[in-house]
């Protein structure tokens, strides 16, 4: 999926065009509340006024020097066109001058533009729900990021310092045609011009389509390759690096057919441009040239004609180029832009206050919910997690337990009924602060691609370095990580990959120890471990969630028997509740789940003693 089908796919179909999105982008050029940036904005196009009037004033400076050079009769009269000449030197040494100073005063506003609008679109990324996020390919996603952010400079580049001169140094060179000759000079030299801008338009829009495929081409094959290669371990399991191959050289071929249609038709728009300027330069000269032999014109004047046209020939010639990475960069800021409209599902209401934690007390009130209308998850689901207490929620795999936890974050709203904590209903406060106040050991533990250090500092970045080391302890990580020849400073790789599950599990528990939440929320927290671990950490949660409101969500039924409820969860609803003792007594759907579990438990432990006795008699033989 391409960045443009994704964002659709997600609610943004409307087009933007050109002009929308360069609409878009001025408030970043002209910022309010930002005085240097508006008159380094102002500074910079009065340098390219000045530089361009200085350079189509360089060829009447040379006319007059030509002039005066072939009418002079005497040596005394050489020193005139010398200080024309000098003065024709002085002229292209300003205009050179004040474009370099307008480079220099413009570019900290790019650079601001820049840097502003790349983290108004991280910051919107962040805001928006899981459901986008769940639907996203990051490979294209970043992409559409990297080439918008590069595209706002290409496209200030081009169209702020080349279209807009070049079309101020057009209109000055017809006005001094006009005045200086007749309006026939003028008329030419701008029909000219004006059939080469609407040729280049012209087929540079039919061009488009073809680098937008190249670029849907280019982020589907960026796509497939970064997937591949974070699910490399996927890959080599099941020995499909040749299948993964042919995914990666299926969209580079689409990429390769789409790169050809572009190069091919780029040589028809070359071959057009050149001729429409070749076609109005001859006719200009001819017209200089018979005016010359009539008399009308001087030597002069026919250098000034020659010298206009070769002087507007280079940056016209330039100007297919330029209008073509201009379109480019607008493609590229259209993706990036369209993601800032892509709305956020979930949003603080005007006004909301923060959340006040008091005890902690958490509330399901008849709780409905569904991803997808047609297939409810939750249903008519109530429950109570008391303050200070724990609570545990059990069921089969597809029963709803992890999306409890996703709607306690408020990744997504609840379809029906409410959530509260101490009577809040958790859609009426912010949700930093509701997200502030609790802390989660996720069952999927993914960690940044830093050290060992900034993982666990990351509960709380503003914690000291004995804070940090107390939380691994209590953990069972920190003598792990001393073991290690970098210690806190070691890497974990990309996702936690250098880690084993255990040990990234134990830093995401010691990274949630570390925030010191007021309600604690596990997921599977210690599914990554052995049992012997496991008991030693459970005791460490049991330790630090004490008195503290926690919700355990759980499919080890062994881990929860201290609950002070447990609640069973089938197809959505609840089924069961009760502590483990009541539960098991009743003999339902939790004493079935626990008789299975600990068959299970046994026959593994009977597996694990038989392979035992099978290396004692393998090693007494030896």
Not at 579 to 597: I, S
Request: charge should be positive.
């Amino acid at each position: 999926m391409s960045d443009h089908s994704m964002i659709k796919a997600l609610g943004v179909t409307k087009p933007r065009g050109g002009l929308h999105t360069i609409g878009t982008l001025l408030p970043y050029l002209w910022p309010s509340g930002a005085l240097e940036l508006r008159v380094r904005v102002v500074l910079a196009l009065s340098c390219l006024v000045a530089a361009k009037i200085a350079n189509v004033y360089v060829p009447v400076l040379y006319k007059q020097a030509v002039d005066l050079l072939t009418a002079a009769g005497g040596a005394a009269i050489v020193l005139l066109p010398v200080g024309l000449i000098l003065a024709y030197g002085t002229a292209r040494i300003l205009a050179q001058a004040f474009g370099e100073l307008r480079d220099f005063i413009f570019a900290k506003v790019a650079a601001r533009a820049m840097r502003t609008i790349a983290l108004d679109t991280f910051r919107h990324l962040h805001r928006l729900a899981l459901r986008f996020h769940l639907d996203r390919q990051t490979g294209g996603l970043s992409r559409a990021i990297e080439r918008g952010t590069t595209g706002i400079e290409s496209l200030l580049q081009f169209m702020l310092f080349n279209i807009l001169p070049t079309l101020l140094e057009i209109a000055l060179v017809c006005v001094i045609l006009w005045s200086l000759y007749d309006a026939w000079f003028a008329l030419v030299t701008f029909v000219t011009i004006a059939l080469y801008i609407v040729y280049t338009l012209v087929v540079t829009a039919w061009r488009t389509k073809f680098r937008r495929q190249m670029n849907e081409m280019d982020s589907e094959a960026n796509t497939k390759a970064i997937d591949s290669l974070l699910n490399y371990e996927t890959v080599k399991y099941f020995g499909n690096e040749e299948h993964e191959a042919r995914r990666y050289d299926s969209a580079l071929a689409r990429y390769e057919r789409a790169s050809i249609m572009a190069k091919t038709t780029l040589s028809l728009l070359n071959i057009g441009q050149g001729a429409i300027i070749a076609v109005g330069l001859t006719a200009v000269m001819v017209m200089a040239g018979y005016g010359v032999t009539q008399g009308r014109m001087t030597i002069g004047d026919f250098v000034l004609v020659n010298a206009y046209l070769i002087q507007l020939y280079l940056p016209l010639n330039f100007l297919g180029f330029v209008y073509r990475e201009i379109k480019q960069s607008l493609i590229d800021l259209e993706a990036m832009f369209r993601l800032l409209e892509v709305q956020r599902e979930i949003e603080d209401r005007p006004g909301a206050p923060a959340l006040s934690v008091d005890g902690g007390e958490i509330r399901f009130e008849r709780v409905d919910f569904a991803y997808d209308p047609a297939r409810p998850i939750l249903k008519d689901v109530s429950f109570t997690v008391p303050a200070g207490r724990t609570v545990a929620i059990v069921g089969p795999s597809g029963a709803g337990k992890s999306t409890i936890s996703r709607i306690l974050f408020r990744f997504y709203d609840v379809s029906g009924g409410r959530v509260t904590i101490d009577g809040q209903d958790i859609r009426a406060v912010t949700q930093a602060s509701l997200r502030a106040a609790i802390g989660i050991v996720p069952q999927d533990t993914v960690l940044f691609n830093d050290t060992v250090y900034y993982n666990i500092a990351y509960g709380r970045p503003g914690a000291t370095r004995s804070e940090v080391e107390a939380a691994a302890q209590l953990a069972r990580i920190h003598d792990f990580v001393v073991s290690l020849p970098e210690r806190y400073e070691a890497r974990v790789g990309e996702r936690g990959l250098k880690l084993s599950g255990g040990e990234k599990q134990r830093v995401a528990i010691a990274r949630t120890l570390l925030k010191r939440p007021r309600i604690f929320l596990f997921d599977e927290a210690t599914s990554a471990l052995d049992s012997h671990t496991e008991k030693e950490i459970q005791a460490s949660l049991a330790e630090v969630s004490a008195q503290r409101t926690t919700l355990v969500i759980a499919h080890r039924l062994s881990t929860v028997v201290g609950a002070d409820e447990i609640i069973v969860l089938e197809d959505g609803r609840v089924v069961e509740r009760g502590r483990h003792g009541e539960l098991l007594a009743r003999g339902g759907k939790y004493a079935g789940m626990w008789l299975k579990q600990q068959e299970a438990a046994a026959a593994e432990r009977l597996s694990e003693g038989e392979l035992g006795a099978s290396r004692s008699e393998a090693m007494a033989v030896r």
